[in-house]
């Protein structure tokens, strides 16, 4: 088995910043594609930001200029640095990744999250 545990995220005034990780542990021989996605309340879970095993990214238009996520594949691990928080960035922040097995067996495997606050 393989498991994602997300740390990083707390209580930040607006315009300040916050760096959350994701690590990843378990039989692991690759992880492809990492990304972190929100679900404030009341609203559907969207992708924040994804980057792939070769460095590729993509952002949500949102957090474009303000968010960068980065990944230490020897170390099984992801980041999303978030700079110039704002009150609406305000979510659960959950990281989902891609990861192989020695097997090659692909499991889509999810964090419990991390509670990001914003206040104003």
């Known amino acids: 088995q393989v498991h994602l545990v997300e740390s990083g995220g707390g209580l930040v005034q607006a315009g300040g910043s916050l760096r959350l990780s994701c690590a990843a542990s378990g039989t692991i021989f690759r992880i492809n594609v990492m990304g972190w996605y929100r679900q404030a309340p009341g609203k559907q879970r969207e992708l924040v930001a994804r980057?792939?095993?070769?460095?590729?990214?993509n952002y949500a238009d949102s957090v474009k200029g303000r968010f960068t996520i980065s990944r230490n594949n020897a170390k099984n691990t992801g980041y999303l640095q978030m700079n110039s928080l704002k009150p609406e960035d305000t979510a659960v922040y959950s990281c989902n990744a891609d990861i192989l097995d020695p097997f090659l067996k692909s499991y889509d495997t999810w964090g419990q999250g991390t509670q990001v606050t914003v206040s104003s």
């Open positions: 980057i792939t095993s070769g460095g590729s990214t």
